[in-house]
């Protein structure tokens, strides 16, 4: 299928979405009217316990209608979280590397195989590739295309 084709697909996927939330949003604001009116309505909190209570319902309510009326947000960040555990623990323990400098070459290291991840290259092919590549280049050569970002595979290279 062609890429606008494809696009215009999503969108008309987006679109089903938000019109089959569009109730969704109208029974969630009745909810939380309720809700709010059950809070308020018993007397059993101090006013300024009201106050805050009404504050956080007035931010949730506006975070939740708003994500309901988008149609694209999600509720959770689970796949970002996971995306980024990887690094926090490898934060941890490069404190205890044993001396600075290895800290921060291991922190290189492990930037560059973690950015060849999220690009979808073999880690050990492109570090053999690139540490093969640098005897031979120049400063003035283009060291940019030895990025994860820009490299293509030696055989690819005309």
Request: hydrophobic share 40%.
């Amino acid at each position: 299928m062609p890429p606008i084709e494809l696009v215009l697909e999503e969108n008309q996927a987006l679109k089903g979405r938000v019109d089959s939330l569009t109730e969704e949003v109208a029974d969630l604001k009745a909810e939380l009217a309720i809700f709010r009116k059950q809070i308020f309505g018993s007397g059993k909190n101090e006013k300024q316990d009201k106050a805050q209570l009404l504050l956080t319902l007035g931010q949730l309510e506006a975070t939740l209608v708003a994500h309901c009326e988008h149609g694209c947000t999600q509720l959770d960040n689970n796949l970002m979280e996971n995306a980024i555990r990887p690094s926090a623990i490898g934060k941890k323990n490069f404190l205890f590397i044993g001396h600075p400098d290895a800290g921060d070459r291991s922190a290189i290291i492990y930037s560059i195989i973690v950015s060849c991840q999220r690009r979808g290259i073999d880690p050990l092919a492109y570090m053999r590739d690139v540490l093969s590549r640098l005897p031979s280049m120049t400063n003035r050569d283009d060291l940019g295309a030895l990025t994860p970002a820009r490299w293509q595979p030696a055989a690819a290279v005309v």
